[in-house]
């Protein structure tokens, strides 16, 4: 069973930065790809960024791009996202996914993922 728990979540002013971890558990995760996404109140999970554990290559949404970086450790299977330059407009849930994918396809559609992590909190003051 896939486990994933989320921390690094926290009230940060405008401009300022935070890392979130995900800490993955259960599995190989060589063939999965691993996502966070996010959910503001009242508003759609959304998709922030993926990669395929097994190259790295990061994807992002189009609203962090050039703000956030998604990476892995490999031999602790922890995931990150590090986000810089905050806005008010980031505050939201953010959630780990893991998808078990059979050709390595990275998506964002929430919908494909597999596994959940329970949630961190970010909260970026104005």
């Known amino acids: 069973q896939v486990h994933l728990v989320e921390s690094g979540g926290g009230l940060v002013q405008n401009g300022g930065s935070l890392r979130l971890s995900c800490a993955a558990s259960?599995?190989?995760?060589?063939?999965?790809?691993m996502g966070w996404f996010r959910q503001a109140q009242g508003k759609e999970r959304e998709f922030v960024a993926a990669?395929?554990?097994?190259?790295?290559?990061?994807y992002y949404a189009d609203s962090v791009k050039g703000r956030f970086t998604i990476s892995r450790d490999n031999t602790k299977n922890l995931v990150y996202l590090q986000m810089n330059s905050l806005k008010p407009e980031d505050t939201a849930v953010y959630y780990c996914?893991?998808?078990?994918?059979?050709?390595?396809?990275?998506?964002?559609?929430?919908?494909?993922?597999?596994?959940w992590g329970q949630g961190t909190q970010v909260t970026v003051s104005s």
């Open positions: 990669f395929r554990w097994s190259d790295g290559r990061g």
């Open positions: 996914a893991a998808d078990e994918t059979q050709f390595g396809i990275v998506t964002t559609a929430h919908n494909q993922y597999d596994y």
């Open positions: 259960g599995r190989t995760f060589s063939n999965y790809v």
